[in-house]
């Protein structure tokens, strides 16, 4: 008796080809199979399994007993079990329940404390410090406060005496901000009457973000960092005197630290930004790096916040694993980036690479989500609802009017795809590729009764180009390497749970297919149209010089003081 293993592959079986399987003759066949409790199966007329409700990949394994004869012996029948492995990718439909209430997640709402990676503070890497002996990395671990949708804090000294606020971490303007004024929104702010060492420019400074503005004035003072470089800088900062929509209900901080390039400085920029004024102070090297830890954590409560670390001079080795990819700027301003394509689940949307591009394509930590220009948003949507395995997904949650809930315990991350933004990488002809699972864009957010846990999507439209925000660098350890023109990415230690990553990177690709420059034919960048603007304003001053000249001057008569007809603005009258 000679045994043979045959191992069929399949894939989308029909419950007929199930049937003549189960029925093979003279064979053995193991199944090991399970599926979820509820698995609500459309039916069609070929009763084929159709991908939205079960489909699956499996190997059977077939043992097929042959009678075979050596020489005159025959040798004893012999039974063997063959234990097979079916794995299962299920695509069932579950019901979903949506949250149509008017929700505002900065007034309502706080993350829950996030386990943090206190090994690394505790094992003392004598390897991550600054080789000058100005700064320990070490030191920095943890100095970062907050959540994903009020924005990632540090606390500062700011003063003579010192006054401690709590500032924003920005990576997507170049002011340092500081409330001036009493605010509702605000516990504290900054005197500057209390201050000796502020000193005012006498100028005007307002600025505008995607949510908010204020205006104040100009001045300089000294800082301190606890959880920083040593000793004391000074720099320019902005007393913020007025406001609308940039303090929200809740939040835990009175100011913004900008962290992007000079051209983004307001008023101008000969405003040095405060990164500038530190790596020429302190003489860091000019790089400084970023993890935030509020990946899939719930909002609830306003005690001890998720955290992070803002690392100011180089990278700390304990806050990411596996290597790091770095991705050119483009253009300092912002940290503009290429972005080659975007992938949901394993499709590649098939737009023009300018489409993602279009405006710009920036790395900003001070923008919560993940914000995609109009026709790749609607295309990232399309994809998810085709590819996810909720049934009648309500539009309300993709457009954010709605949030959606389950039960409480139910995950609804393994409904979802993962998504992939490939970006282009230092070698020009190669990309690499940054995948977030469904734990970072499909967002805890609060609790129904204590029964149901509410989500909502952490993606949206931008008519301002694309931000890879909160949403996406909580999956990463993101560092700004300003020196060498790079931002670089590497899989955060923070983002996962148990042991298990929220964020994937991989690489190298070629960039096979994808034009050279996906960022030419781009509108205008705003210095630019600064330029257009003061030239523009330039002409008007000029031309109303003119105007004003030609009105002071009198008129020219005749000698005799009658006006002539040469001279007379009526001399073409009818007589």
């Known amino acids: 008796m000679l045994v043979i293993s045959v191992i069929c ?47 699956f990949e499996t190997e059977l394994s077939v043992v097929c007993l042959v009678n075979v004869k050596f020489g005159e012996m025959l040798l004893c029948k012999l039974l063997l079990l063959s234990l097979s492995f079916w794995t299962c990718h299920s695509v069932f439909k579950i019901p979903l329940k949506m949250f149509a209430g008017k ?25 991550a410090s600054d080789p000058a002996g100005i700064v320990d990395f070490l030191d920095m671990i943890n100095n970062l406060k907050g959540d994903s949708g009020r924005g990632y804090y540090m606390q500062m000294v700011i003063g003579t005496p010192g006054q401690t606020l709590n500032i924003l971490v920005d990576t997507g303007s170049s002011n340092f901000a500081v409330a001036a004024a009493a605010h509702p929104y605000i ?30 004035e100009l001045g300089t003072d000294r800082i301190t960092i606890p959880q920083g470089p040593s000793g004391t800088i000074t720099i320019n900062i902005a007393a913020i005197l007025t406001s609308e929509g940039f303090f929200l209900p809740g939040i835990n901080w009175q100011g913004i630290l900008g962290l992007a390039y000079p051209l983004l400085a307001r008023p101008d920029p000969s405003v040095e930004p405060f990164f500038n004024s530190v790596v020429s102070q302190t003489g860091i090297p000019d790089v400084f790096s970023l993890q935030m830890c509020g990946a899939g954590v719930s909002a609830s409560t306003i005690a001890d916040p998720a955290g992070g670390s803002l690392i100011m001079g180089g ?23 290429e972005v ?8 590649n949307l098939n737009l023009d690479c300018k489409e993602y591009n279009s405006d710009k394509a920036i790395v900003d930590s001070g923008t919560t989500l993940l914000r995609l220009p109009g026709n790749v948003f609607s295309a990232v949507v399309e994809a998810i609802m085709q590819t996810s395995l909720i049934e009648d997904f309500s539009a309300g949650f993709f457009d954010g009017t709605k949030l959606a809930c389950w039960m409480r315990g139910e995950s609804p ?3 979802f795809p993962k998504i992939s933004i490939y970006l282009r990488a230092t070698n020009t002809s190669q990309s690499f590729r940054i995948t977030i699972l469904p734990q970072l864009y499909v967002q805890p957010v609060t609790d129904i009764d204590g029964t149901l846990d509410c989500f909502r999507f952490g993606i949206s439209p931008s ?4 931000v890879i925000g ?3 660098m909580e999956g990463f350890y993101v560092i700004f390497d300003r020196a060498k023109k790079r931002v670089g990415f590497a899989v955060s230690t923070c983002a996962e749970n148990d042991g298990v990553p929220f964020a994937e990177i991989a690489g190298p690709f070629l960039a096979e297919g994808v034009a050279s420059d996906c960022t030419s034919g781009m509108p205008f960048r705003e210095p630019v149209m600064w330029v257009i603007a003061y030239a523009l304003m330039g002409i008007c001053a000029l031309v109303l010089i003119v105007l004003v000249i030609l009105l002071i001057l009198p008129c020219r008569r005749h000698r005799d003081g009658e006006i002539t007809d040469e001279s007379s603005l009526v001399r073409h009258r009818i007589k």
């Open 9 to 55: 592959s399949f894939r989308k079986l029909s419950i007929e080809h199930i049937t003549q399987i189960l029925y093979i003759p003279a064979a053995s066949v193991w199944f090991a199979y399970s599926l979820p409790t509820i698995i609500p199966i459309t039916d069609n007329e070929n009763g084929t399994i159709g991908d939205r409700a079960v489909h």
């Open 103 to 127: 929700f505002n997640a900065s007034e309502q709402l706080d993350l829950r404390p996030l386990r943090r990676n206190q090994s690394a503070a505790e094992s003392g890497l004598s390897l």
């Open 187 to 216: 516990t504290h702010y900054y005197n500057r009457a209390l201050s000796s060492t502020y000193q005012s420019s006498g100028r005007g400074v307002a600025v505008k973000y995607t949510q908010g503005e204020w205006e104040g």
């Open 315 to 337: 990278v700390e080795p304990t806050l990411y694993r596996g290597s790091i990819w770095y991705t050119p700027v483009l253009e300092e301003w912002y940290y503009q980036v």
């Open 340 to 347: 080659l394509k975007l992938e949901v689940g394993a499709q």
């Open 413 to 415: 991350w393994r409904l």
């Open 463 to 466: 008519a301002n180009g694309l």
């Open 470 to 472: 909160a949403t996406v």
